[in-house]
Nanobody, 121 residues
């Protein structure tokens, strides 16, 4: 069974920083593309950062230059460093994986339960 567990987030002041982590289990992590999405109230879930198997990173324009995604293939974890946070960054942040479960070859998409980030003074 694949599990993605996010941690971090909480209440942050505008201009501040926060770091999210997503620990995975049961996933062929090295062979999986990983990403962070977010969903604000009343909005659609949006892709904000992706890191591929070979370490290529892509960002949504709204976070480019402020957020940084990284992966640790030893700890099977991805991180999202968020700097210069703005009130409009307030959302539930979700970890996403596109990969296969250990012992299987079919590629699936997996989601974490989400973690709340609130940017407010």
């Amino acid at each position: 069974q694949v599990q993605l567990v996010e941690s971090g987030g909480g209440l942050v002041q505008p201009g501040g920083s926060s770091r999210l982590s997503c620990a995975t289990s049961g996933l062929r992590f090295r062979d999986s593309d990983m990403a962070w999405y977010r969903q604000a109230p009343g909005e659609l879930r949006e892709l904000i950062a992706r890191i591929t198997i070979d370490g290529t990173m892509n960002y949504a324009d709204v976070v480019q230059g402020r957020f940084a995604i990284s992966r640790d293939n030893i700890r099977r974890t991805i991180m999202l460093q968020m700097n210069n946070l703005k009130p409009e960054d307030t959302a539930v942040y979700f970890c996403n994986a596109k990969g296969a479960q250990y012992g299987r070859s079919n590629i699936r998409e997996y989601w974490g339960q989400g973690t709340q980030v609130t940017v407010s003074s």
